[in-house]
């Protein structure tokens, strides 16, 4: 760990441990005898809290004073991870911390260990809320994250025997230090019941409306500071828990109905109990949509009563707030501002939409058609019956807008539709969210266009100037300083401490090191001890001895078919079989690492998880490979896995069916670290193989174009395409042939046939094409002083995707607040 730029003093230390025992003792009440790992933790971040909150409510009075305009970001899921580092690198106080602890002999390395993560989302949408939140609070953007703190994060994922089996996750268990409970700032969340229409006062009024709701849950705050870079600025993310409603529930009891008393406010608290753990499949259901609602109608009542605490009036909303919503799973929002501008405020219909269109802004995150959020109109009539009203007169307002510009064509026109009527009657989000907002983003150039061609086209045609790019990014501070602290500190020794400040245009001065041997060589013995540290993980963890001189090939994220872990099990195969052919061969030793969780009811997916663990077994065991090839599947994979694999991949595995990966993220994260990247042009490799440059990545495989073009025909054609390469026959025909399960030979037909009859997702069509980059990146490894000079050149050309840049576009192109 370096990052703390001036060693501290031995006044800074004591006091810093003063603070700590204090805590231990005050807060905790524990004897430093008697405490455990955990009570250390929890003493040495309520001591880090502590130093962040005098800074806290500076900023938060100086916003107020200087009358600063506010971002609200709404998002379901923040994949925030661990705290404790992040918080101590960014106040410059981990060397304080380590010396403060070492001095009473608690180690420092050891119980930051026992920080929970807190998984509170499914993978690259909820990382990226996190990685904004410390890049807006380093920007010194006076932001606000709004969000569900569920009881229970995404499931942790045990493997027993190659099955995925989805435990329970407690991050609560030992309660939560950095965050402040809010008993007073509360509210009241109405669902269900009726509406009643009063007529309109007189000539040129509106009919008033009052939602009688039938089930009230209570709102309560849970405030979390995010500190930026040098503590520059702290912000608030703000999660809201759900408790029933006490009297409501308490006539009941005192009624005699003890039962339906005690089911009801079971039923109100299960709303913030658990994270979805889906991540592109549908949810489908009750649970979901009153999560929705409940924290963007909480939080928007917040950021309302805020605004008008400091201006008085709701007419200049959008000068003073901009709304950001993080897909469509806040998209109720529209709606519900609606509501209390025109239904509790009594602002006119016309001014209340002025106002809703210019304080939001919507981000798109996927195109694929499951993931893509209706309701339908039965469930939100019984669940929220005035914003189905709303919606409705949404809808009729805006297709009368487009009749009156002379657009009568009847498909554009239920294509823009809010409701969709072919398939029952549901209400798209995804339009309600356009329609919505002034301003609608993709995450990487290649998904912007698309959305422009594909499930928005119609809509962008009606309005060509709402939709804009904004590539995506990661914070350096997380994802180089504290997970990579040797490589840092081999960055800063050539380039000086400055470029820990301004990382985004410093980066590139490493370039010319990347034609100094020496330098390479320090770059490579540096990636070889995280790779020592990820092998002891590896053998701690799945009992499995791997080489760290052998390559490291990565692939971790979701799994899911599009991000094709298939085509990766594949070239494992077909790479076992020439071995097994050739054993005296001069191969590459690789160790192929695979990590990720499956959806519970995504069945393809656990099936996928199940044959990388036979593919392993049977690989590792296989006295004929002599360990050149090792297959391992770590468990559990969570931001803090993340944190241990990254800095120590070579290769990293980005090999999505071109046009399906909005952007990724990971794939940014690894050549930061100095990884080479496999990759298909797809999201963000398109941006990355333009700053990187296309010599110093192994790009292959069909575009976009070249995929959609092919789905159009419809003349493509698997079984053709597997007769011409043998490898690939063999492969499939061994995996089908039950060569990795003799236990249940018949385990991988179905998964097996579906690749030979169906083959959505190309990856049959990208093998040879696969087969032959892997062929490039050995014989680039082959070739050390090019392979370091192009992982150096990885690291120098990755500037472009800090969150601080992507941030800085929003700030400036969307909510104009920079
Ligand atoms: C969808 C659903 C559907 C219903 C059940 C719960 C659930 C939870 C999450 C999602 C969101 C899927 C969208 C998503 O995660 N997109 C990812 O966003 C990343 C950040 O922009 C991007 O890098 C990835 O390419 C993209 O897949």
Redesign the pocket.
């Known amino acids: 760990m370096t990052q703390q730029l001036h060693a501290p003093t031995a006044d800074e230390v004591e006091a810093f441990r003063e603070t700590i025992l204090a805590k231990l003792t005050y807060s905790i009440g524990k004897d430093p005898e008697h405490a455990s790992d955990h009570d250390w933790f929890e003493a040495v971040a309520l001591a880090t809290r502590d130093r962040m909150i005098d800074q806290w409510m500076d900023r938060t009075r100086e916003s107020y004073r200087q009358g600063k305009k506010r971002v609200y970001y709404l998002s ?2 923040f994949l925030i991870g661990r705290l404790l580092i992040d918080s101590l690198s960014n106040l410059g106080l981990l060397e304080t911390a380590r010396q403060a602890l070492a001095g009473i002999n608690v180690d420092f390395e050891r119980i930051r260990l026992t920080e929970p993560d807190a998984a509170l989302g ?7 809320a996190a990685c904004f939140m410390e890049s807006m609070a380093t920007l010194g953007i006076a932001a606000h994250g709004y969000g569900i703190r569920y009881d229970h994060g995404l499931f942790r994922q045990a493997i027993v025997d190659g099955w995925q089996h989805e435990q329970t996750e407690t991050w609560l268990n030992f309660g939560n230090p950095w965050e402040f409970e809010r008993p007073e700032v509360s509210y009241l969340i109405g669902f269900g019941g009726s509406v009643m229409a009063l007529p309109a006062e007189g000539p040129g009024k509106e009919p008033r409306h009052f939602w009688h709701w039938s089930e009230g849950v209570r709102a309560i705050a849970y405030d979390t500071p995010i500190v930026g870079w040098r503590g520059a600025s702290v912000n608030t993310l703000r999660l809201w828990r759900a408790r029933a409603e006490a009297d409501f529930h308490l006539e009941r009891f005192n009624a005699g109905d003890h039962v339906g008393a005690v089911s009801e406010g079971a039923r109100a608290e299960s709303i913030s109990r658990v994270l ?9 259901q009750e649970l ?1 949509l009153r999560q929705e609602y409940f924290f963007v109608a909480a939080s928007l009542q917040d950021l309302l009563r805020r605004h008008m605490d400091q201006r008085g009036t709701l007419l200049n909303l959008p000068e003073f707030a901009s709304i950001q919503l993080n ?1 469509t ?1 806040p998209a109720i929002a529209v709606a519900e501002l609606m509501r209390l501008l025109v239904d509790v405020n009594g602002i006119a219909w016309n001014k209340a939409w002025e106002l809703t269109v210019a304080t939001m802004s919507y ?1 798109n ?2 195109l ?1 058609p ?2 893509l ?1 209706t309701w339908s109109v039965g469930l939100m009539e019984r669940l929220l019956p005035r914003h189905m009203q709303i919606i409705y007169l949404i809808n009729a307002h805006h297709l009368d807008a487009l009749r009156e510009r002379g657009i009568h064509n009847l498909e554009l026109l239920r294509s823009v539709s809010l409701i969709e009527e072919s398939n029952g009657r549901r209400v798209r989000m995804g339009n309600l969210a356009f329609l919505g907002s002034h301003s609608i983003n993709g ?2 150039a290649l ?1 912007t266009g698309l959305m422009r061609e594909t499930v928005f086209t119609d809509l962008h045609s009606l309005f060509p100037n709402r939709i804009s790019n904004k590539t ?1 990014g990661i914070t350096f501070r997380r994802w180089l300083y504290q997970s990579n602290p040797q490589l840092t500190a081999l960055l800063v020794e050539h380039l000086g401490e400055e470029l820990l400040d301004d990382p985004e245009n410093m980066l590139r001065q490493l370039e010319p090191y990347a034609e100094q041997a020496q330098f390479r060589a320090r770059f490579a013995a540096q990636r070889l001890e995280n790779k020592q540290l990820l092998a002891r993980i590896i053998q701690e963890q799945l009992g499995i001895e791997v080489d760290p001189s052998a390559l490291f090939d990565v692939h971790v994220k979701r799994i899911h078919e599009y991000k094709r872990q298939l085509l990766n099990l594949l070239h494992t195969v077909a790479l076992y079989q020439a071995i097994r052919s050739d054993p005296g061969g001069n191969w590459v030793p690789r160790v192929k690492i695979f990590a990720g969780k499956a959806a519970a009811s995504y069945h393809t997916a656990k099936m996928i998880i199940k044959l990388t663990n036979d593919i392993a077994r049977t690989i590792n065991d296989d006295p004929t490979v002599r360990g050149l090839l090792k297959v391992v599947f770590l468990p559990n994979y969570n931001v803090s896995l993340a944190e241990r694999i990254i800095p120590a991949a070579d290769l990293s595995e980005q090999i999505s069916t071109a046009g399906l ?5 990971s794939n940014m994260k690894f050549a930061l670290n100095g990884a080479l990247t496999i990759g298909t042009l797809d ?2 490799n398109v941006e990355m193989s333009e700053q990187i440059g296309l010599e110093h990545m192994f790009i292959f495989g069909l575009t976009a174009q070249e995929v959609e073009a092919r789905k159009q025909a419809g003349e493509y054609n698997a079984e053709a395409t597997i007769f011409g390469s043998s490898r690939l026959n063999e492969a499939l025909l061994s995996i089908r042939d039950g060569a990795f399960s003799a236990d249940d030979p018949a385990r991988y037909t179905a998964l097996i046939d579906g690749l030979k009859w169906q083959d959505t997702f190309m990856v049959c069509a990208d093998f040879e094409a696969y087969w032959h980059a892997q062929l490039e990146v050995e014989a680039r490894w082959r070739d050390p002083n090019n392979w370091w000079r192009s992982a150096v050149l990885n690291t120098a050309r990755t500037g472009w995707f800090s969150s601080d840049r992507t941030i800085r576009e929003y700030a400036e192109d969307i909510w104009k607040v920079l």
């Open positions: 379901l899921e499914n993978g690259g949408l909820g990382r990226l979805y753990p889906a991540d592109s499949t549908e949810a489908g979901r897909d799973h981000t995150h996927t694929l499951e993931a959020e995450v990487s998904h995506n990966e909005a952007s990724g993220t999201g963000a």
